[in-house]
């Protein structure tokens, strides 16, 4: 399977500030998303992003707060904007491979915002 | 809206012991996987289930499908501490969206 790297792995922020988190991933991929894992919690889709086309945002998620780039079939880039304490999370990126739409996860970034 | 649900959420159990964990959806969907989380880490992938009937086994787990019951089973078999963390179900729609179940937290006691 894919290599999936993210960075930050953890920061800690001031509320109003803003964060870009990074997915790079080792091989070409189609699909890229991304999560959110608030303490002690599901998985929530924050949002789709496929290369050359704006990301796919799910309902309660809008482009305004997690500005997502997709320059290539490597890479992607989620922007947590304008932070709060609510904010405060594991952010994952993942890709999907294979013939059966397994997805597979980056180590996460875990988020704090003071 | 599509609901995955997933019980029992804690499981604290004794090493040595058997256990299932049951995850069930409201989507017609035909395929679930199974995750492993464990503290502070990533999702690890399990299991894929691709249709009605499906069966895999990797140790002590073993993950079963019934589609038509919209049902999938997690069973431990005399369980050992390092499979103490936290398991998810998911289902594929339509689309590639992946649905989470609300995960089940094992913790198995020496």
């Known amino acids: 399977s894919a290599v999936i790297s993210q960075k930050p792995s953890r920061d800690i922020c001031q509320r109003g500030t803003s964060l870009t988190i990074q997915c790079q991933v080792d091989?070409?991929?189609?699909?890229m998303f991304w999560y959110r894992q608030q303490p002690g919690q599901s998985l929530t889709l924050i949002a789709t992003?496929?290369?050359?086309?704006?990301?796919?945002?799910e309902s309660g998620f809008v482009i305004d707060k997690f500005p997502i780039s997709r320059p290539n079939l490597t890479f992607s880039t989620l922007t947590v904007s304008n932070m709060s304490p609510e904010d405060s999370s594991i952010y994952l990126c993942?890709?999907?491979?294979?013939?059966?739409?397994?997805?597979?996860f980056g180590p996460g970034t875990r988020l704090t915002v003071l | 809206e599509l609901k995955v649900e997933q019980n029992p959420l804690f499981l604290s159990m004794q090493e040595g012991k058997n256990y299932t964990i049951y995850c069930n959806y409201s989507?017609?969907?035909?395929?679930l996987y199974w995750y492993r989380q464990d503290p502070g880490k990533s999702l690890e992938s399990l299991f894929v289930l691709l249709s009605n009937g499906a069966v895999k086994q990797e140790g002590r787990l073993m993950a079963s499908l019934d589609t038509k019951a919209r049902l999938s089973t997690l069973h431990i078999t005399a369980a050992v501490h390092d499979l103490s963390a936290t398991y998810f179900c998911?289902?594929?729609?339509?689309?590639?969206?992946?649905?989470f179940g609300t995960g089940t937290s094992l913790t198995v006691i020496p």
């Open positions: 989507t017609t969907s035909d395929r």
């Open positions: 091989s070409q991929v189609t699909m």
């Open positions: 998911a289902v594929d729609e339509p689309g590639n969206q992946f649905y």
């Open positions: 992003a496929n290369q050359g086309s704006e990301a796919t945002y």
């Open positions: 993942s890709v999907e491979e294979g013939d059966y739409n397994e997805q597979f």
